[in-house]
């Protein structure tokens, strides 16, 4: 290996901050970090070759450049590096889930990346600088030590932007201490299948509290001030969480009216809050494959919602437009396909000069032009540009360890606090009485930290055997919570469980789900396994108190273990996770977290969701009918909305409904609620659900106190797609009258 590249050499070339050179003789536009971005792009643009404006356009796995060059992972190989970027000029580098360096320090990352990125910088023609990217969906969470926050499901039931804002600027100054520049979040989609494998990934089901919270996200990711400028990425565009049959991937057919007025929303949300890339959805909707997807890519993304800045695809979907689509004769006719389409960049991790080659020859039959690969390469460029890559290509990675271990802890456990969601508490037996004694905690789940933060954590499918995620099990918060005086004790058995909890005060039951990523996360019965629910029921027989706490990723059929005193849904709560349970079980927090996402009664009913549509169904189970309603959770005080209002009681149907909504906390300690507002149409010549979420707010009120909250309802949340089943028409707000609910409270506003 060449000296250059060692671990001490990449740290040493970052002690001050690094630019890019000029050529030399040259004092090139693109290099003045004075001049406007536009000529920097017009003019670097106009110095590049073919070849070198196609590699911008190729995104390599950093495994393409350390060992064997394959999946070894290890030291870099020059040889290796120069066919990545120099040879074959490539513009993005990413660590997939696992890829990273071969001791897992946020210092070794940073090292890893700086290593790159100067590699590029010295070695290209014009020190064009790559630009970096990672998942990191909840929290830096490839990286070991690094703080991991609730998955995305957890914190849509937190249903607060703020929280989510700060989560996403905590996630991007830790990865932007590893001197990563892009990130592949926020997961903008709607899940509404409970068997879907990335379920757990989304903010929920609705789509202005996923569009709301997703943009939140973008907010906090591009505006975090770390140590680099971090891109956020809307992901995956549009419609993958529509399988046709539950499974990751698998074909979706959906009508343009569902698209328009379910799907697409909450990507635009997303969007318009400056969202710098956009990644494009690995499935196919309605027969075409989304990267092949002009109607996706242009008209929608382009045209309708006005995105300028970078489509990149997901793993290897250019490719598979011939290997698994088959709507491309050969590899350059998919490139061509996603090319034109509107792919600016496509994630081709193993073959980077079968990607350069591949669009050359596309290029050569006249497949692509050559002004469409200039529009694709500025795009890229730009973002470059707008990142200061050409002035801040490095990180000091000897500060990487302090930024990241053990940072924002306590902003992660205030998110997992917030995510918790309170479904049972009959006969009040949550907070645990100080008269407590003894304390039984059963369930395989109640001491796995690894399993409590999910998948794609440090790797792909979840932690890797023999690493252990540093953090708080469940089992750890409820001992450290617990008073003094009162005894817990782990049960390690089913039947050791059953024997302590005959003389136990209470049992606290823990269960859930593996964690898994993707396919393999899909469960076709998407229930609590077998010995969980014998488990829990004979628990319950036993006649003493029992609390469930699932740790899941998605709402799961309990079965014969419904019914216990209490139930905690705490989703898959993050490092920071035991402590929020034991926080929310012990009364130190007051549960605010509310679903946002509907849990079934029984298998069989998916996909379920609260905006089912009216129909003449009769069968059992056939309308909406859930166990827990989308936006149901309890409070440890109580809470009463005593009025909506409307600005006015008729408007047009371009203006924006104006309300006012009474709350008041009629219990004796204080909390945060959730304050949302419904609207349903008494008539309309679409059908349209008894209930849709069109605005909600959070807000924290004192015990006794009362607050009168603005919300207001822009015509967008209340336009749908008119006309027949072809779904021709443009989005519009129909006339007629409009019932906004909140709680049992009601206002009618007439538009026209």
Not at 120 to 142: C, E, F, K, Q, S
Not at 168 to 186: L, M, Q, S
Not at 686 to 691: A, D, M, T, W
């Amino acid at each position: 290996m060449n000296a250059l590249l060692t671990l001490a050499t990449a740290v040493a070339c970052v002690a001050a901050v690094a630019s890019v050179p000029a050529q030399a003789g040259d004092n090139p536009t693109y290099t003045n970090p004075n001049a406007p971005v536009d000529l920097r792009v017009r003019d670097l643009l106009h110095r590049m070759t073919l070849d070198e404006k196609i590699g911008q356009m190729d995104q390599i796995s950093v495994v393409n450049m350390q060992g064997d060059c394959q999946w070894s992972g290890g030291a870099f190989t020059e040889s290796c590096m120069k066919n990545v970027l120099v040879d074959n000029h490539a513009g993005s580098v990413l660590s997939g889930g696992g890829a990273g360096p071969s001791v897992n320090t946020p210092e070794n990352w940073a090292t890893m990346v700086n290593t790159v990125q100067k590699y590029a910088v010295d070695n290209t023609r014009l020190h064009i600088p790559i630009i970096y990217g990672v998942d990191a969906v909840h929290g830096h969470n490839n990286v070991l030590g690094a703080t991991v926050f609730p998955q995305e499901i957890g914190m849509g039931s937190t249903w607060d932007p703020s929280l989510v804002r700060q989560a996403g600027a905590a996630t991007a100054r830790a990865v932007a201490a590893t001197g990563i520049d892009w990130n592949f979040a926020p997961v903008t989609d709607i899940a509404r299948d409970q068997r879907w494998g990335r379920y757990y990934e989304t903010f929920g089901e609705d789509p202005l509290l996923s569009g709301t919270l997703a943009a939140s996200a973008v907010q906090g990711i591009q505006d975090a001030g770390g140590a680099k400028d971090v891109a956020a990425t809307v992901k995956h565009f549009a419609g993958y969480g529509e399988p046709g049959n539950g499974h990751d991937r698998v074909p979706g057919d959906v009508s343009i009216r569902y698209l328009q007025d379910t799907l697409l929303p909450s990507y635009q949300q997303a969007i318009d809050a400056g969202a710098q890339s956009v990644m494009v959805n690995s499935g196919a909707i309605n027969g075409v494959p989304a990267t092949g997807s002009h109607y996706l890519l242009t008209d929608v993304l382009r045209k309708q919602f006005g995105f300028q800045g970078v489509v990149v695809s997901d793993w290897q979907d250019v490719r598979a437009l011939q290997t698994s689509y088959h709507v491309a004769a050969d590899y350059p006719a998919a490139i061509a396909k996603a090319v034109n389409a509107g792919l600016d960049m496509a994630m081709e991790p193993y073959d980077a000069q079968g990607f350069s080659d591949g669009l050359k020859t596309a290029v050569q039959r006249h497949l692509v032009s050559v002004s469409r690969i200039d529009q694709s390469v500025s795009r890229i460029l730009r973002l470059k540009f707008e990142l200061g890559l050409f002035e801040h290509p490095y990180v000091d990675a000897s500060k990487a360890n302090s930024r990241v271990i053990g940072a924002d802890t306590a902003l992660a456990r205030q998110a997992a606090d917030a995510s918790q969601v309170l479904l049972r508490n009959d006969d009040s037996v949550l907070p645990i009485s100080s008269s407590a004694k003894k304390i039984v905690v059963a369930g395989s789940y109640a001491d796995d930290i690894n399993d409590q933060a999910g998948g794609w954590t440090i790797g792909w499918q979840g932690v890797p055997s023999g690493v252990t995620l540093p953090g708080t099990t469940v089992l750890q918060g409820i001992e450290k919570a617990a008073p003094s005086g009162t005894q817990v004790i782990r049960a390690t058995s089913a039947d050791d469980a059953v024997a302590k909890t005959k003389d136990a005060d209470l049992t606290v039951v823990v269960v859930g789900e593996k964690a898994a990523a993707e396919g393999a996360a899909d469960s076709p019965r998407p229930e609590l396994s077998a010995d969980q629910q014998a488990l829990v029921k004979s628990l319950k027989a036993t006649g003493k108190p029992v609390v469930t706490v699932v740790i899941a990723g998605r709402p799961l059929v309990l079965g014969d273990a419904d019914g216990t005193e209490g139930l905690l849904m705490s989703w898959l709560p993050g490092s920071e996770g035991g402590d929020a349970v034991a926080d929310v079980l012990f009364g130190k927090v007051n549960p605010s977290g509310r679903l946002s996402a509907s849990w079934p009664k029984d298998i069989g009913n998916e996909p379920l969701y609260y905006q089912q549509l009216p129909g003449t169904n009769s069968g059992p189970e056939s309308s909406y009918d859930a166990a827990y309603p989308f936006g149901a959770g309890l409070s440890y005080t109580t809470y009463s909305f005593d009025s909506i209002s409307a600005g006015a009681p008729t408007g047009r149907t371009r203006d924006t409904v104006h309300l006012k909504v009474k709350v008041t906390d009629s219990g004796a300690r204080s909390g945060d609620v959730v304050v949302p507002v419904y609207v349903s149409q008494p008539v309309s010549d679409v059908l349209s659900p008894s209930r849709k979420l069109v605005a909600f707010t959070k807000v924290h009120l004192d015990a006794g106190r009362s607050r009168t909250v603005t919300l207001d309802v822009p015509p967008s949340r209340l336009a749908v797609t008119p006309g027949d089943i072809d779904g021709a028409g443009r989005r519009a707000v129909a006339s007629g009258a409009y019932v906004f609910t909140v709680g049992t409270q009601t206002t009618t506003v007439t538009l026209h």
